[in-house]
């Protein structure tokens, strides 16, 4: 058992060596033949450790990717050549995998229309509107990495301490979205840039279909290994509220009630326990149902964490701005957030924690809507520090108001 132990650390040693060194543009020919063995004998969950280690290495977001991208190119024998996960017909992977057929034909689809884009013997302007319909198409596909990053991601992340290659795909989640809104913009324009069309759909081909293949050949299985059959319900449970790119929304079985677990019970008190208890809270008296009702119909969207940095509590308001789901609660604001706005999390976090600052406001313009975020540093009576709330509202409507309203 030890020699196995020592043998699958000496290779993940060697493989992490191998993508390191191809990440920082050391010749990859050269490479392989120092660890071709370990390239020979990798597994799936190797892939995961050696990439996690590579992030925790502080390697540019950029760099790493390309070497990533690298790295998977020289083990994509060996990673086919794993065995395939079977999964139930109605689990939570299996409705990516579909979601990830669908996206397959419509990327299929749209190659023709980048064909003629480049053909002497098309119109320009009216191809360019076949393609942005089809780039409108694929944005369906948000949903579906809304779901991973909110849903799977914490679950995973909980079941499995090698968590960190979560990053680099969102990171190129990231990318998709924002090649998306640029091609967009650019089909729009009067005079086609060519060039830079071509390129920006270069990028979201394979940024699309690598996702695809990340995902079924490396993430879904050691996931499937990693995390339990009760949270694959739950994540079905929790997609509901984000919904399905392309395909029918799955009818949910109802989750069979557990059995009264007293250790469990003592841990909260909930709104069945609780029924008519009066809460005070200092300024007035109130019950836990309507401490929720009145949290859910403020016409704002609250996050809560702690000074652990800890999602503990997020309002349910009837719209939201940005998905939540339960997933969150216990997770780390900072793997909330995609790699490249990490630094700006940690940098406010600390700012609260030290006292330099006990707020900050942001504001975004979101699907023609104006939505002004605000982040609030959370003190006891003693000034120490308890946390932060973030506080999103929409005041597109709110700016439009002129002179007075006295009546009804």
């Not at 679950?155 to 968590?163: H, L």
């Not at 509590?313 to 939201?320: G, M, Q």
């Not at 630094?343 to 330099?356: C, I, P, T, W």
Request: hydrophobic residues 40%; contains cysteine.
């Amino acid at each position: 058992m030890s020699e196995f132990i020592n043998n699958t650390q000496a290779r993940i040693n060697s493989l992490y060596d191998f993508c390191y060194r191809l990440t920082i543009g050391e010749k990859g020919g050269e490479l392989i033949k120092i660890h071709q063995a370990a390239i020979d004998d990798l597994t799936v969950n190797d892939v995961i450790v050696v990439v996690h280690r590579l992030v925790e290495s502080d390697l540019p977001m950029g760099d790493l990717k390309i070497g990533i991208n690298k790295a998977l190119n020289v083990f994509y024998k060996q990673i086919l050549g794993q065995k395939p996960i079977s999964l139930p017909e109605d689990h939570f992977l299996t409705y990516l995998k579909k979601e990830n057929r669908e996206l397959e034909r419509r990327l299929q689809n749209l190659k023709s229309w980048v064909k003629d884009f480049n053909s002497e013997n098309f119109d320009s302007m009216k191809v360019a509107e076949h393609l942005r319909i089809g780039i409108e198409d694929l944005m369906q596909m948000e949903k579906h990495y809304v779901r991973k990053e909110n849903i799977l991601f914490p679950y995973f992340e909980k079941e499995y301490p090698k968590y960190k290659c979560l990053g680099v795909m969102w990171s190129i989640h990231d990318d998709i979205r924002r090649n998306q809104k640029a091609l967009l913009m650019s089909l729009l324009e009067v005079n086609l840039d060519k060039k830079r069309i071509n390129k920006l759909l270069g990028d979201l081909f394979f940024d699309m279909y690598a996702i695809i293949f990340r995902e079924e050949h490396l993430l879904f299985p050691v996931a499937f290994n990693a995390v339990n059959q009760e949270a694959w319900a739950d994540m079905i449970l929790q997609s509901e509220e984000i919904g399905y790119a392309y395909i029918e929304v799955p009818k949910v079985k109802e989750r069979p009630k557990k059995k009264k677990d007293e250790s469990f019970e003592t841990d909260f008190l909930s709104e069945n326990k609780l029924e008519n208890t009066l809460l005070n809270f200092d300024t007035g008296l109130m019950t836990l149902k309507q401490a929720i009702l009145l949290l859910n119909n403020l016409p704002v969207d609250i996050t809560m964490i702690d000074e652990n940095d800890k999602v503990c509590f997020f309002s349910n308001p009837k719209e939201r701005f940005f998905p939540r789901s339960k997933a969150i609660i216990g997770r780390t604001v900072q793997n909330c957030h995609p790699p490249e706005s990490v630094h700006v999390v940690n940098e406010l976090v600390e700012a609260f924690k030290d006292g330099s600052k006990d707020s900050e406001p942001f504001w975004i313009e979101m699907k023609g809507r104006f939505i002004l975020i605000q982040y609030f540093a959370l003190r006891d009576e003693q000034g120490a520090y308890k946390g932060c709330i973030e506080v999103s509202q929409d005041l597109t409507d709110i700016r439009k108001l002129t002179g007075e309203k006295r009546l009804m």
